[in-house]
């Protein structure tokens, strides 16, 4: 089936139009379970809104309005941050500060130094006073969880993006050190050989990857985050080819594990976990943005592309992605456990479906 520009123009403003409704949908769940988990012990209303699922929402609207200059996607953008500023900001931690990457371009744009004060204190936290792993990795603590000694793949996209843009901003040559240093040593703990997919976490203290799944959505975490992160700024040439090579033998493995239909499954070598719209969105983004870097294959761009009509087919007459999996943390024990994650629309299936059909629509005579 064949569609043109307008067609995918008509679903990202489906997209767009629904955003704010799940942005601002209340995760009763979520926020049961910080009434008495809260690592902070601070207002739990804070992190209502200000979470990682809003952050990557916020970064598809962010590129959004980079791409087209629609004064519409900044008011939503600004009409935000200044809603959650009220509020009062939560205590810093891997997700909490992913709202900060677009919030950073937000200020960069605008000149806004109230939102770039917000931006330079976090980053300087992350810099000094994040807590570490062994080897100086960030930990992946976030709101409810502690996780010592612990490394997720959900941590690049989640917080070094936002230490890396901020380093760009600055001029801070030791910030973008930094990030640099977190994707290598993630890399080598993170990636497995033998298949080139990332497992979801390792244990320093356990010394094991858990479970040792291999994830959808972290996964494409990893596809999407490194594309952005050599867009970002100018890596050193050993960094920038070993951050090339890393990505193109995930996305050689990828391209082997996609359904015929274009979707993948939440576990990716597991053909009995179901089908997951907000991973499959975020693998197609990310091999077409490595395209753009001029990493991808003709067959792995065509591959990518076969994800459109499936992500259609899941989207309702709202513009409301179905198929994507809850907030997932990490599977101890047994791979069973991701399959247990019920389906839920969010705020990030939302953008990784805007940020895919953007991406699409430099290619809309090949599809």
């Keep these: 089936m064949k569609y043109t520009t307008a067609d995918i123009d008509r679903y990202i403003d489906l997209y767009l139009n629904s955003f704010e409704k799940v942005l601002y949908e209340e995760d009763s769940q979520f926020m049961e379970g910080m009434k008495t988990r809260s690592l902070a012990g601070d207002d739990i209303r804070r992190y209502q809104f200000w979470e990682w699922t809003q952050g990557v929402g916020l970064y598809g609207v962010w590129k959004l309005y980079k791409e087209t200059r629609d004064a519409r ?13 009220v509020i009062g900001l939560p205590s810093k931690n891997v997700n909490t500060v992913t ?35 062994k080897e100086g990795g960030l930990q992946h603590i976030t ?18 993006l936002f230490l890396a843009n901020m380093g ?42 858990f479970a040792a799944a291999f994830w959808g959505r972290g996964n494409c975490w990893i596809t999407a985050a490194i594309p952005e992160f050599l867009n970002l700024f100018n890596c050193s040439r050993s960094v920038k080819k070993f951050l090339e090579e890393t990505w193109k033998r995930q996305a050689e493995a990828l391209i082997e594990y996609q359904e015929p239909n274009g979707m993948w499954h939440t576990l990716i070598d597991d053909k009995t976990s179901y089908v997951e719209a907000s991973a499959t969105c975020g693998f197609a983004y990310g091999i077409l943005k490595g395209a753009g870097l001029g990493l991808a294959k003709e067959d792995w761009i065509r591959q990518a592309l076969a994800a459109l009509e499936p992500i259609m087919g899941y989207t309702d007459e709202l513009g409301v992605v179905n198929q994507v999996s809850y907030g997932t943390p990490m599977g101890r024990e047994s791979k069973d456990f991701y399959k247990k994650i019920e389906l839920k629309p969010m705020p990030y299936g939302q953008a990784l479906a805007m940020l895919f059909f953007m991406e699409c629509r430099k290619y809309a005579k090949d599809i």
């Design 73 to 85: 996607y900044m008011d939503i953008l600004t009409s935000y941050y200044e809603r959650q500023l």
């Design 99 to 133: 709202p900060l990457l677009a919030m950073s371009f937000v200020a960069e744009e605008t000149g806004n130094e109230r939102y770039m004060d917000v931006c330079r204190e976090w980053a300087r936290w992350i810099y000094e006073d994040f807590p570490r792993t």
């Design 143 to 160: 709101s409810d969880t502690l996780n010592e000694g612990e490394l997720w793949d959900d941590t690049l996209f989640m917080t070094v």
């Design 168 to 209: 760009r901003i600055l001029g801070e040559k030791k910030y973008l050190d930094e990030a640099e240093y977190q994707f290598l040593l993630h890399i080598k703990y993170l990636t497995d050989r033998k298949t080139g997919l990332w497992y979801h976490g390792w244990s320093f203290k356990e010394k094991s990857h």
